[in-house]
């Protein structure tokens, strides 16, 4: 039986976010809407959301979104135009440092937010240490520091290059917050203890939650495929292409065609020209017909990925497809009809690969590149490691695609339980773990006076 | 049941052989409803002097074909549509198509079609109940032989190409690897897609003419990256250096274009020292059936360079001549050399080494030996394709 507390703790959400800045479906934000949800099943807490004037608006149309209540488990919340005017005449002498808005945001939230503890949302969010409450802030990675090399070198690595001087802030707002939420152990030891040089009492580690499409796509029973339910997620995915015009995939039996799926921004460290490379000797050489749709956009002509060569230079656009921005049910359609997603990511900051979860809550195998996300899920997980390779190894990649698709339910049979035992932990749990890290619940001496 | 036969633009010799053969396969069968069949065959205009003697190929031994003048003339759909306003709506978004003309009815007499598929030409408008005869899909594993680049006008006209072959009343292929590309690749559903029997040309009289006891390769290639070009060309320089003796003809329909005489246009950016093998070889250019017969009578075995030909034109012939094939494994290659019963050696990989040790094996007779599984022929022949076209 649950108990509502009949008061709830109310939990501030900070974000410097300026207008106009995407927040839904954004990484950090998509995070926060779990953790409200999480709020609201639980009924302990009610998240507070506080964004620079004229960005709410945006943030309440995707919080509405949610399974959640607005009002009762969320509230967002933007200085008025009378406080920032009146903010500004009353320090219209300070010397504040530039930009000011961080200031006028801490002491917005100072004076009229009444929380009993902030989660920060990132280490570069500076306001955050004018905060009176107890804090606790977010660390999801320091992933340049580990890939320095292909990004744009003058603006990042220049002397005050963002990277660069995103060190010394990261340190110091970690630093000052009561304590640092990392979302893994090995973000927490490489990058929050050894590079940013934080004490590691201070770091709380609370991996997500495994997500779950299944609920996106209701015809789904028991999160098994079917030949019907491919054909009606294959459906949604034809509409889909037909909505957007891309005339090669109007009308395409998905349901009929093996084929691979990869979900990702392209990135330095996503490896998605190795995915695509192992796709295209299948086809190209051994003469499989196989397909690889991928989510990650071609950023034609760039040289700091291998992408974008492997279809353009070699005209592999028919096999190997992109659709970017894939709505949730078209992105649940699509890894529902693939017969194998791949996830071939160096390093991810949490623990496993939401595309593994993702992958196998809507009953479709998933093969993954071993980094120390990875290896950190096959500490609880040591099953899936028959599912894992060396990410620079394509012939190692194309034998496992192979081997998952020659039996993908068998595939999908031995790599569901590590799934299920990790929703055992569901976002009601880490949001809890959040709101007790950013009230100083869960310090030794806090939970001594509780009992 | 008139059935018109539409060849691809630019239609050469292997296109030419297989439609006359199709004709006389479906001639041989009755519709639906115990009527004999007609057939038209829309042959692509040229010069009126080469297109009697393309006609006259066509119609020899059988004059209840009928050769038609064809041309494809391109229009927007929307015109299409306002010409042929009971058309079924199929190809919206396609923004042009191609209709069959042929100086008369333009092919609208005829109860059903039998395109030949080719991409280059974009989506054929579907006035009759149609159906695709698709050879291969090559462009999927050799681009480079149709398309400079992602820009070229061939991937627009292919989508909307495809996109008329997803409605058709069916895709006739003849091995289940292409099966799986109009499937996999073109996006034409499972059971839209029909296997039938490989077609061979008939009416092909092989008469040995060997003077003397020197081997003849006959090596069957074009001036495209489908066939390998450079590989073929250094795997012969090392068969000879070390010693090959076999004397090769290179068999093409634009041979003169890999001549030493007319300027080595197929060849350019291939090293020098490799092309200095063509000074050693024979050029054949085959326009008309009658060539190439010349050519067999006197072969002992064939190779092609080809390296995703659906329907290898080397291998076929080496079937219907009896003699031996050398050619890269691909699976068409492997399940034709089988269904057709034809010896040959299968090299792995596109590498002239392993080309040029072929070769030698090739010299000493050392093929697989034919191994025909009747099993693996559609029974059926081609009578599912005619029902196809006449249902609803």
């Known amino acids: 039986m649950i108990v509502s507390k009949l008061v709830r703790s109310e939990i501030g959400v900070w974000s410097e976010l300026p207008p106009g800045s995407r927040w839904a479906n954004e990484g950090i934000s998509r995070i926060v809407g779990f953790l409200i949800e999480g709020a609201a099943e639980s009924a302990e807490f009610r998240y507070n959301v506080l964004v620079p004037r004229g960005m709410a608006e945006a943030v309440r149309e995707d919080l509405r979104t949610l399974q959640a209540r607005e009002n009762i488990d969320w509230l967002v919340h933007e200085p008025t135009i009378e406080f920032e005017c009146t903010w500004r005449a009353a320090n219209a002498e300070q010397d504040f440092p530039k930009p000011e808005m961080p200031s006028l945001l801490a002491d917005f939230a100072n004076a009229h937010i009444n929380v009993d503890g902030w989660i920060n949302t990132f280490p570069h969010f500076t306001g955050s240490r004018l905060l009176k409450q107890h804090k606790a802030a977010m660390l999801p990675d320091a992933i340049a520091y580990d890939f320095p090399i292909g990004w744009d070198n003058n603006h990042h690595w220049g002397p005050q290059g963002e990277f660069v001087t995103w060190l010394d802030i990261a340190h110091d707002t970690l630093s000052n917050a009561d304590a640092v939420i990392a979302h893994s152990k090995h973000v927490a030891h490489r990058h929050g203890v050894k590079l940013l040089g934080l004490n590691p009492d201070q770091i709380r580690v609370v991996p997500h939650a495994p997500p779950d499409l299944a609920p996106i796509l209701p015809f789904i029973q028991d999160r098994t495929k079917t030949e019907e339910t491919r054909k009606k997620a294959a459906y949604i995915l034809r509409e889909y292409a037909a909505l957007k015009g891309i005339e090669y995939l109007r009308q395409f039996p998905f349901e009929e065609v093996p084929f691979a799926a990869l979900a990702t921004q392209d990135r330095v460290t996503k490896n998605v020209g190795r995915a695509a490379e192992a796709v295209r000797r299948m086809v190209r050489s051994d003469r499989e017909n196989f397909k690889l749709i991928t989510t990650a956009p071609v950023h034609s002509g760039a040289t700091w990925t291998l992408f974008p060569s492997v279809v353009e230079n070699q005209q592999t656009h028919r096999d190997i497809i992109s659709i970017p921005d894939l709505p949730r049910e078209v992105h649940a359609a699509l890894f529902h009809c693939a017969t194998v997603i791949i996830h071939p990511t160096f390093y991810e900051g949490i623990v496993g690969s939401l595309t593994y979860y993702e992958a196998v809550s809507v009953g479709t195998p998933c093969i993954m590149g071993v980094g120390p996300h990875i290896l950190e899920l096959l500490e609880t997980a040591p099953e899936l490691r028959e599912w894992t390779f060396d990410p620079y190894d394509i012939e190692e990649q194309i034998s496992l695609i192979r081997k998952v698709c020659a039996a993908p339910a068998q595939a999908w049979s031995k790599q569901i339980s590590a799934y299920e035992n990790r929703r055992k932990r569901g976002w009601d749990v880490v949001a809890r773990a959040y709101a007790q890290a950013a009230t100083g619940a869960d310090r030794p001496d806090t939970l001594k006076k509780g009992q | ?392």
């Open chain 2, 1 to 392: 049941m008139k059935i018109a036969i539409l060849l691809e633009e630019n239609a050469g010799i292997a296109s030419r052989w297989r439609a006359k053969a199709l004709a006389e396969t479906l001639l041989d069968e009755t519709s639906p409803d115990g009527e004999a069949i007609e057939i038209a065959i829309g042959l692509p205009r040229t010069n009126e002097v080469t297109w009697r003697k393309q006609e006259a190929e066509l119609r020899a031994g059988n004059n209840k074909i009928i050769v038609r003048h064809l041309e494809w003339e391109r229009v927007p759909t929307e015109m299409a549509y306002r010409m042929f306003p009971q058309a079924p709506v199929e190809l919206e978004f396609v923004p042009d198509c191609a209709l069959p003309r042929d100086w008369g009815w333009n092919f609208v007499d005829c109860d059903a079609w039998v395109v030949f598929s080719s991409r280059e030409q974009g989506a054929v408008f579907p006035i009759k109940p149609t159906s695709y005869f698709v050879r291969d899909l090559a462009e999927r594993f050799v681009p480079k032989a149709y398309a400079p680049d992602l820009h070229s006008v061939l991937w627009e006209r292919q989508k909307h190409a495809f996109r008329a072959m997803r409605h058709s009343r069916v895709a006739a292929v003849s091995t289940s690897s292409t099966g799986d590309d109009v499937s996999g690749y073109a996006g034409v559903r499972r059971n839209r897609i029909l296997e039938v029997p490989q077609l061979l040309p008939r009416h092909v009289k092989t008469t040995s003419r060997k003077t003397s006891k020197e081997k003849h390769l006959l090596w069957f290639t074009a001036a495209n990256a489908n066939f390998d070009i450079e590989n073929a060309l250094e795997a012969l320089r090392i068969y000879q250096a070390d010693g090959g003796t076999m004397k090769v003809t290179l068999v093409s329909e634009d041979a003169h274009l890999f001549d030493p005489a007319t300027g080595q246009t197929a060849l350019l950016g291939i090293p020098s020292q490799t092309i200095r093998v063509t000074n050693s070889i024979a050029f054949e250019t085959v326009q008309f059936e009658a060539d190439l017969q010349r050519l067999l009578n006197r072969a002992d075995a064939i190779w092609s360079s080809a390296i995703a030909e659906g329907e290898n034109e080397g291998l076929i012939r080496a079937s219907v001549a009896g003699i031996p094939f050398v050619g890269f494994n691909y699976p068409q290659n492997r399940a034709h050399a089988q269904t057709l019963g034809v010896s040959s050696i299968l090299y792995d990989e596109q590498d002239s080494h392993k080309i040029a040790d072929a070769l030698f094996a090739a010299e000493v007779g050392n093929f697989v030996p034919a191994q025909k599984s009747i099993a693996q022929t559609p029974s059926r022949g081609w009578a599912p394709l005619i029902e196809r076209l006449w249902g609803a």
